[in-house]
């Protein structure tokens, strides 16, 4: 074998070994980390190359100034192999987040769009009872059946009113999931809020001999869609007057929660006298279609389960959050909306 042929030998086998076990160790690596793998990979590359000189240097003839001048020319490729390597780790990184990032975002999609799916399922099968009682009567009222026609025009009425709300709420509760909503964003006074609220729910109050209190702790305002806030208020007392027997009191609490070091906060309480809710039903209650038992058709009075998931999609769009925990002998649900600095301005409830 010649010089020439015997250094290339030995060259090649030494940088193939090195070469084969840092390979081996990079994917050992990237089992824990691709990132640092990916650092870690073209100093393989130089070390393999290093490797390999200074083994077969003698046998290629190299000089000592030679040697030296060919290791240090590989040395200074280090700070670059190092260099490479993190810009590589860091595309790694940032290929491996957004991937992270599209599959969340497929599963979110796939979850929304499963839920609508068995929201709209939902309505529709919540649709179908008032309906066929309205084409009932309206045969009864059409054959002269009906014992008393005045009756079953108010229940027609009833109902029809109560489907226009099961209609709204998916409507409504749609277009906030998606994003399409236009908020027509206002200084909002929630203590005005509060009290509009409590004057349009009087009647239905009264109508179920419910008591219904309400106090806010001066001027409290927000900045929001007057609109949706006064819905979202307006779902959560009908919902908790709904769920509050006869002689029983609903109460609505508004007040500033202002802690040094944390953004300041208006904070809605409604607390109802249903009776409290099982613990492990409690974080389903902003759920679409919870009522709180399995049934899904609505009896007497109810909507389609989507108030509280309304009010739930709208509190979130203005940065806000919403919970709900048993207290005293029902239920007690509280809204926290960023305070909004200055004087208390008069919505328009227009």
Known sequence: M???VAAFTIAAGTT???GVVGAAGISALARRSVRAASVGAPLVVVASMAAGILVSAKAMFLSEHDNS????????TVPIALVVGVLLGREVRSIDR???????ERERTAALEASRREMIAWVSHDLRTPLAGIRAMAEALEDGLAPRPGEYHARIRTETDRMAGMVDDLLALTSLQAGTTRLDRSRVSVDDLVSDTLA???PVAAARSVRVEGSADGPLPVRGDVRQLSRALLNLVDNAVR?????????VCAELDAQPGRPATVVVTVQDACGGIPPEDLPHVFEPGWRGSAARTPGEGQGAGLGLAVVAAIVAVHDGTVGVRNAGSGCLVAVRLPAYP?????PDMG
Not at 243 to 251: E, K, L, S, W
Not at 342 to 346: A, E, N, R, V
Request: proline share 13%.
């Open 200 to 202: 349009t729910v009087a």
């Open 98 to 104: 957004r991937a992270v990032e599209q599959a969340a």
């Open 69 to 76: 001048l060919v290791l240090m020319v590989l040395l200074a």
């Open 342 to 346: 200055g004087p208390s301005p008069t």
């Open 2 to 4: 010649t010089p020439d």
């Open 243 to 251: 769920h509050t027997p006869p002689g029983a009191v609903v109460r």
């Open 16 to 18: 193939s070994t090195v």
